[in-house]
């Protein structure tokens, strides 16, 4: 069997590696080189490190680069194949692929005498965590936390696609529903599709039908663009506002927002602590709706638990405390992230959207066809306690195109206020 085979021997070298590493002894203050790293191990094991592709972890100035494939040669030279995961990585696809281009025809380790392309300084692999580290002049320079997520720059294709069917009948008649929506991804956009189909046991109602959306969103950092057929609502606001009268009707035009999409949760702690007093030392377990979501080891005595670790949200949570593999106590506690919106340098959140108000490919009825339709829902962060908005829309009607004569008297225009 040669997959056992070759497992085995794969085993045996891991095995081997260990006990040489073991052996040998501590450097002192002056960082080791490849060769120095390896003269300990046997001479047949050297063959398996040399001129191979090797399994690496590639760090800049500290930060995660990703996985990679490097080939180290017995002059101390170190080459870049390629990357092999990037999952875990928050930096931006184009700077992995810079650095591939630094190292694919090879570079020195050790300190960077000359041709040193972005600030090079040095660059070092660690036999002992299969680590490649490459050091800059950008080294010990404060670089503010990333924000937001970084979406793929080739961006993404795929289709996704929800059906829904009921059916009822009362022995007279049969009625129905049938609801579909596609989503998709086309590059950086994401588009939806929806509509519904249904028809009364009343034969004479006939069926109606009706696409509630079709549009096109993109987002950009912390805002959102949209663009089609949608029904306006709220998105990216903390308060949810509420019109005091009609709800916005389809709408055939744009809509430009604020949006957490991408937003990076940076480990906010709750803003309600929560703790624990154990008798000794003891796990402390978190729950919400009876599933396990985290635990932490705890001490003897009042101590506060460790929140940023948490989903963000408000929602309750039960702890358990441990000791000595039984649970002695169950308690109840809040947590409070609402958002992460937290910042008053940035006070303000909004939805704006202008189209026109109509109906495609539906046989509804509808008030609001051809009317223009304008409004704005807005969020102000007084404090991350304390959050006020304000919602108005206004809608008029508009002379169609094919009129035979002027209108004389359009239907006076509509405005809608809310303060919450």
Not at 353 to 382: F, I, M, P, T
């Amino acid at each position: 069997m040669p997959i056992i085979d070759n497992y085995i021997a794969s085993l045996r070298r891991c095995l081997a590696l260990a006990a040489c590493l073991l052996a040998v002894p501590c450097w002192g203050s002056e960082p080791a080189t490849a060769i120095g790293q390896i003269e300990g191990l046997p001479r047949d094991f050297q063959a398996h490190f040399f001129d191979v592709p090797l399994a690496v972890r590639v760090d800049l100035d500290g930060r995660y680069l990703g996985d990679a494939m490097v080939v180290l040669s017995r002059d101390q030279q170190v080459q870049l194949l390629e990357f092999t995961d990037t999952q875990d990585s928050r930096e931006p696809e184009s700077l992995r692929r810079r650095w591939q281009d630094r190292l694919a025809d090879g570079r020195a380790l050790g300190d960077c005498q000359s041709d040193c392309p972005d600030g090079l300084r040095a660059l070092h692999y660690s036999l002992i965590n299969s680590q490649l580290s490459l050091l800059t002049n950008r080294a010990e320079t404060a670089t503010p936390a990333e924000r937001f997520y970084h979406l793929p720059e080739q961006g993404s294709y795929g289709l996704l696609l929800r059906n829904q069917l009921n059916l009822v009948s009362d022995g007279r008649g049969t009625s129905g529903r049938y609801a579909v929506q596609g989503q998709g991804s086309l590059g950086n956009w994401t588009t939806l599709a929806d509509g519904q189909l249904d028809r009364g046991s009343d034969s004479q109602q006939g069926s109606r039908y009706r696409l509630d959306q079709l549009y096109a969103e993109r987002l950009v950092d912390d805002h959102f663009y949209r663009l089609g057929y949608f029904t306006p609502s709220a998105q990216g606001l903390t308060r949810q506002p509420r019109l005091m009268g009609a709800s916005p009707d389809t709408t055939v035009g744009v809509m430009f927002g604020s949006s957490d999409g991408l937003a990076i949760d940076n480990g906010a702690p709750s803003a309600t602590p929560i703790y624990v007093t154990p008798d000794r030392p003891a796990v402390a377990e978190i729950y919400r709706n009876g599933v396990l979501i985290n635990s932490q080891a705890v001490q003897p005595g009042l101590q506060a638990l460790d929140s940023k670790v948490l989903p963000g949200g408000i929602y309750e949570v039960e702890i358990r405390l441990v000791e000595d593999g039984q649970v002695t106590s169950r308690s109840q506690a809040f947590i409070y992230k609402p958002s992460n919106w937290r910042s008053t340098d940035a006070p303000w959140r909004y939805n704006l959207y202008l189209g026109r108000q109509s109906s495609l490919l539906s046989n509804w009825q509808s008030d609001h066809n051809d009317s223009l339709s304008a409004g704005v829902l807005a969020n102000y962060l007084l404090h991350p306690r304390a959050i006020v908005g304000l919602s108005a829309q206004r809608t008029c009607a508009v002379c169609r195109s094919n009129c035979v004569r002027p209108c004389t008297k359009p239907m006076p225009p509509t405005t809608l206020k809310h303060v919450f």
